[in-house]
């Protein structure tokens, strides 16, 4: 019974490129599985997902919004998460607690460049996946030449499993491979029948080719094929789940979400091919006194409760609401669980089904649920929380580097507190978003994803928390890292009258190849007590964290203790920690420190004429094409590297180039070094400002 039931979710995401039709597939789903009554639309701003003011007024999704609906007996909980780049952490975290996602491609532009994104990230999380390709009504729509572009440039083993009947305004229905029927629309009514004679010979074609595929990895399909015996349905749907269970095909579907067409047809294949909790099985974490100790976790109601915390949004009404993935056991409304990221227990308050905005409050969540809880205190994203009695630690969240700055003050000294809480609460709704005070210059900077997101967080500021704020221009996230290896001697020492301060420490800083901030405790015979150890480290840290170059982030240092002395009354820990920050700030200039900026991969597509202009622009401001592939007739797709602080005003200038007929997005890539002249500047220009505060 217990199988049964976990058997019947489907834990969902719907991800996809800006403007693939994402937010109106999902808004479909909700009309025709009994949510909403009436169609939103997201130009109307009327969509059910997108309930964010900010989203509203700019047609686009910011935040994923869970919902939980019904089809055919299957409980669905949905996700809708954004496609621009700068809220690409809603993805990551919403695809770290999926089972299965619905890509969404446009059939006019195929696969665009955060397609490749979102795909990338689902592989990295393993997460199986069917594709949608919409807007089969618009004019150049093409299902064959997105699914080759699927084939080549993700390696998605795509297989159609319908066909269209038509296409542009023509598109009138789909020819559904498995039950060789077609399939028509005509307002909200399918209409099922024989296949018009003109598509039998296409449609036959395409049926042996899925036959085909699936059989490669279907034993049964593959005996059958070759004996040239009868294949059912049946045979074809059991062929079909496994190879998309075990990520060895995509099935591919049709249609045009906005006119209502093929969407039911795609609820079906939700509930036919993508994962239940229990066939993504069991999940793995590590004890939480010791890393090297496997746990499992099964996805049953009688096993110790487990789950994942990904996300927090503050509700007006409700207060904090915390997002939780449960992978086994049950959760009470009362019970007390302990976070086992943080070591804390927490009580919870209320439980919550979320139907995007609007909320059911329930007495349960079991294995496979998603949900919120109302009331917990110490629980951030990526968070472990589990049964008291027998914990686990998952694993955590994958965060990505911000690369702007933006200086931000309240309009009045009276708004001071209440802009710092805003800014607490929306750091910890969105990891992606940092906040950061200078002591020096008396500023608060805050860090983003781009200049989309830090406008949105503004925006927020403004509208929702009623803080009026001033900003700065948006600046790049600089890093500061080193490149030569250096042993340094240090002796703090300090005599006041009375108890002075003593403490003396002998360290290597060394680059750390892109493998973060690293600390080396070598320090043998007790020549530093073991009590004063985490205060070297915390200094060191520390130091890293504000800079010791030009006031960035350090980042890639390895620091090893290697010696040092104490004494007897004059050491502590405040000690240790003061040395610590002297003797980096002392030595940094011997590890030949340099500036490192944030690089972004960047996708141009472009009119053929316009080519030669694009990449002339691109190059004017550092950056580099190193690819260029036909898109579609008469245009061009080029890939390439730019630093960020020449991208400013991009749009405009791609505008201008190409009469308005060219696009791009771009993505973080890495961090590289900033040539040397520019980096003098940079340099310069923070310690005069530096010069000028004090």
């Given at each position: 019974?217990?199988?049964?039931?976990?058997?019947?979710?489907?834990?969902?995401?719907?991800?996809?490129?800006?403007?693939?039709?994402?937010?109106?597939?999902?808004?479909?789903?909700?009309?025709?599985?009994?949510?909403?009554?009436?169609?939103?639309?997201?130009?109307?701003?009327?969509?059910?997902?997108?309930?964010?003011?900010?989203?509203?007024?700019?047609?686009?999704?910011?935040?994923?919004?869970?919902?939980?609906?019904?089809w055919k007996k299957h409980q669905i909980n949905l996700i809708d998460t954004p496609g621009h780049i700068d809220f690409t952490l809603e993805v990551e975290r919403s695809l770290r607690v999926l089972d299965g996602i619905i890509m969404v491609f446009c059939a006019v532009g195929g696969v665009e460049p955060q397609s490749e994104t979102v795909w990338h990230q689902a592989d990295r999380y393993k997460v199986p996946r069917i594709a949608f390709i919409n807007k089969m009504d618009r004019q150049g729509a093409d299902v064959f030449h997105t699914v080759e572009q699927m084939n080549e440039m993700l390696g998605a083993n795509a297989v159609l499993f319908q066909i269209p009947i038509g296409s542009?305004?023509?598109?009138?229905?789909?020819?559904?491979?498995?039950?060789?029927?077609?399939?028509?629309?005509?307002?909200?009514?399918?209409?099922?029948?024989?296949?018009?004679?003109?598509?039998?010979?296409?449609?036959?074609?395409?049926?042996?080719?899925?036959?085909?595929?699936?059989?490669?990895?279907?034993?049964?399909?593959?005996?059958?094929?070759?004996?040239?015996?009868?294949?059912?349905?049946?045979?074809?749907?059991?062929?079909?789940?496994?190879?998309?269970?075990?990520?060895?095909?995509?099935?591919?579907?049709?249609?045009?979400?906005?006119?209502?067409?093929?969407?039911?047809?795609?609820?079906?294949?939700?509930?036919?091919?993508?994962?239940?909790?229990?066939?993504?099985?069991?999940?793995?974490?590590?004890?939480?006194?010791?890393?090297?100790?496997?746990?499992?976790?099964?996805?049953?109601?009688?096993?110790?409760?487990?789950?994942?915390?990904?996300?927090?949004?503050?509700?007006?009404?409700?207060?904090?609401?915390?997002?939780?993935?449960?992978?086994?056991?049950?959760?009470?409304?009362?019970?007390?669980?302990?976070?086992?990221?943080?070591?804390?227990?927490?009580?919870?308050?209320?439980?919550?089904?979320?139907?995007?905005?609007?909320?059911?409050?329930?007495?349960?969540?079991?294995?496979?649920?998603?949900?919120?809880?109302?009331?917990?205190?110490?629980?951030?994203?990526?968070?472990?929380?589990?049964?008291?009695?027998?914990?686990?630690?998952?694993?955590?969240?994958?965060?990505?580097?911000?690369?702007?700055?933006?200086?931000?003050?309240?309009?009045?000294?009276?708004?001071?507190?209440?802009?710092?809480?805003?800014?607490?609460?929306?750091?910890?709704?969105?990891?992606?978003?940092?906040?950061?005070?200078?002591?020096?210059?008396?500023?608060?900077?805050?860090?983003?994803?781009?200049?989309?997101?830090?406008?949105?967080?503004?925006?927020?500021?403004?509208?929702?928390?009623?803080?009026?704020?001033?900003?700065?221009?948006?600046?790049?996230?600089?890093?500061?890292?080193?490149?030569?290896?250096?042993?340094?001697?240090?002796?703090?020492?300090?005599?006041?009258?009375?108890?002075?301060?003593?403490?003396?420490?002998?360290?290597?800083?060394?680059?750390?190849?892109?493998?973060?901030?690293?600390?080396?405790?070598?320090?043998?015979?007790?020549?530093?007590?073991?009590?004063?150890?985490?205060?070297?480290?915390?200094?060191?840290?520390?130091?890293?964290?504000?800079?010791?170059?030009?006031?960035?982030?350090?980042?890639?240092?390895?620091?090893?203790?290697?010696?040092?002395?104490?004494?007897?009354?004059?050491?502590?820990?405040?000690?240790?920690?003061?040395?610590?920050?002297?003797?980096?700030?002392?030595?940094?200039?011997?590890?030949?420190?340099?500036?490192?900026?944030?690089?972004?991969?960047?996708?141009?597509?472009?009119?053929?004429?316009?080519?030669?202009?694009?990449?002339?622009?691109?190059?004017?401001?550092?950056?580099?094409?190193?690819?260029?592939?036909?898109?579609?007739?008469?245009?061009?797709?080029?890939?390439?590297?730019?630093?960020?602080?020449?991208?400013?005003?991009?749009?405009?200038?791609?505008?201008?180039?190409?009469?308005?007929?060219?696009?791009?997005?771009?993505?973080?890539?890495?961090?590289?070094?900033?040539?040397?002249?520019?980096?003098?500047?940079?340099?310069?220009?923070?310690?005069?400002?530096?010069?000028?505060?004090?």
């Amino acid at each position: 019974m217990e199988n049964a039931e976990i058997q019947r979710i489907r834990n969902i995401g719907i991800v996809a490129h800006i403007d693939a039709g994402k937010t109106t597939t999902s808004e479909r789903i909700l009309f025709f599985t009994g949510i909403t009554h009436k169609i939103g639309e997201v130009h109307d701003g009327q969509a059910v997902m997108d309930f964010m003011k900010q989203e509203q007024e700019r047609g686009i999704t910011i935040t994923s919004a869970a919902i939980t609906t019904e089809w055919k007996k299957h409980q669905i909980n949905l996700i809708d998460t954004p496609g621009h780049i700068d809220f690409t952490l809603e993805v990551e975290r919403s695809l770290r607690v999926l089972d299965g996602i619905i890509m969404v491609f446009c059939a006019v532009g195929g696969v665009e460049p955060q397609s490749e994104t979102v795909w990338h990230q689902a592989d990295r999380y393993k997460v199986p996946r069917i594709a949608f390709i919409n807007k089969m009504d618009r004019q150049g729509a093409d299902v064959f030449h997105t699914v080759e572009q699927m084939n080549e440039m993700l390696g998605a083993n795509a297989v159609l499993f319908q066909i269209p009947i038509g296409s542009e305004s023509e598109f009138k229905g789909v020819i559904d491979l498995i039950s060789m029927k077609a399939i028509t629309f005509k307002e909200l009514d399918m209409i099922v029948a024989d296949i018009p004679e003109e598509y039998r010979q296409r449609s036959a074609k395409y049926r042996e080719m899925m036959i085909e595929k699936l059989a490669d990895f279907d034993e049964p399909l593959m005996e059958k094929y070759l004996a040239e015996k009868e294949i059912t349905e049946a045979d074809i749907k059991t062929a079909a789940r496994h190879a998309v269970l075990t990520l060895c095909v995509t099935p591919v579907f049709c249609g045009t979400a906005f006119k209502n067409k093929g969407v039911r047809l795609l609820l079906d294949a939700v509930v036919d091919y993508l994962p239940s909790p229990i066939d993504r099985g069991i999940i793995t974490g590590v004890d939480i006194h010791n890393p090297e100790i496997i746990l499992s976790r099964k996805p049953s109601y009688k096993r110790p409760f487990s789950a994942l915390a990904f996300k927090i949004t503050n509700d007006a009404y409700v207060g904090q609401q915390t997002f939780i993935r449960v992978y086994s056991g049950e959760l009470e409304a009362g019970s007390y669980i302990l976070n086992s990221t943080k070591g804390k227990k927490e009580r919870i308050g209320r439980i919550l089904r979320i139907h995007a905005n609007d909320r059911q409050e329930v007495k349960i969540l079991r294995a496979g649920d998603i949900g919120a809880l109302i009331g917990v205190k110490y629980t951030t994203t990526g968070d472990t929380l589990c049964d008291e009695s027998d914990p686990v630690l998952l694993e955590n969240i994958k965060y990505p580097e911000t690369v702007l700055d933006m200086k931000i003050e309240p309009d009045s000294k009276k708004e001071r507190d209440k802009l710092s809480i805003a800014l607490s609460k929306m750091a910890l709704e969105d990891p992606s978003f940092k906040v950061h005070y200078d002591e020096e210059t008396e500023e608060t900077v805050i860090s983003g994803m781009g200049e989309l997101h830090l406008e949105v967080i503004v925006d927020r500021l403004k509208t929702e928390h009623k803080v009026n704020v001033n900003v700065g221009k948006p600046a790049v996230a600089f890093r500061e890292s080193i490149t030569k290896e250096v042993e340094y001697n240090y002796k703090y020492k300090k005599q006041t009258g009375g108890k002075g301060q003593f403490a003396h420490i002998v360290f290597r800083l060394e680059p750390n190849d892109r493998n973060g901030l690293e600390f080396l405790d070598l320090v043998k015979g007790g020549n530093i007590p073991r009590e004063y150890i985490p205060s070297v480290e915390k200094a060191f840290r520390e130091a890293m964290s504000r800079g010791l170059y030009a006031d960035y982030p350090m980042v890639d240092v390895r620091f090893v203790l290697i010696d040092g002395s104490y004494h007897p009354v004059d050491s502590s820990e405040m000690a240790f920690k003061i040395c610590t920050f002297q003797a980096l700030r002392e030595m940094i200039n011997r590890t030949a420190p340099q500036l490192l900026e944030p690089v972004m991969k960047i996708e141009i597509n472009t009119p053929d004429e316009y080519m030669g202009d694009a990449i002339g622009d691109v190059t004017r401001r550092r950056g580099k094409i190193d690819n260029m592939r036909r898109h579609r007739k008469g245009s061009q797709k080029l890939t390439g590297t730019v630093p960020l602080m020449e991208m400013f005003g991009y749009a405009s200038a791609l505008r201008t180039i190409s009469s308005g007929r060219a696009a791009f997005s771009m993505e973080f890539l890495n961090y590289a070094p900033l040539p040397r002249s520019i980096e003098e500047d940079v340099v310069a220009e923070v310690r005069a400002k530096k010069a000028a505060n004090n």
